[in-house]
């Protein structure tokens, strides 16, 4: 039995939600334009985690904001709220001491700007940019 390739017959041939499937993913993937190997997220480890992250900061820029500063203090703004806390890493870990919810450790990935904090074992991450510190009031 020979494999059948995808032609325009074979695009043609399907029917109802197969065909409707189809041409929503074709959709969405040109929407997202072509993947380049610059798009893939990262992990960062070790001294290249911290150098990443001192001077900056973290933020979804709307609700939050962590502010790495180099003395290893950690800023944060949620929801026009200030705390402060320490931020270290450990191992190829970035850990953080807050307040509200103690210490806390994540492994970091990083694509461009963007970043994610993923909590060993938990499956939900915090996810935003990394930017020079917004000035706040």
């Excluded at 074979?10 to 610059?38: F, K, M």
């Excluded at 950690?74 to 026009?80: E, F, H, K, R």
């Excluded at 807050?98 to 996810?127: F, M, N, T």
């Amino acid at each position: 039995m020979k494999a059948q390739s995808w032609t325009n017959d074979t695009l043609r041939s399907l029917r109802g939600p197969a065909r409707t499937a189809l041409v929503a993913g074709l959709a969405v993937l040109a929407a997202i334009g072509p993947t380049r190997a610059g798009d893939a997220f990262r992990q960062l480890k070790g001294s290249a985690l911290r150098a990443k992250l001192a001077g900056m900061e973290f933020t979804d820029e709307v609700h939050w904001a962590f502010v790495f500063r180099r003395n290893g203090e950690l800023a944060t703004v949620s929801m026009g709220a200030k705390s402060t806390g320490r931020w270290q890493v450990n191992q190829d870990q970035l850990c953080l001491d807050r307040p509200i919810d103690g210490r806390h450790c994540y492994a970091v990935w990083a694509s461009g700007k963007a970043l994610q904090l993923r909590e060993p074992g938990v499956a939900i991450y915090e996810e935003g940019i990394l930017q020079k510190p917004a000035v706040r009031n």
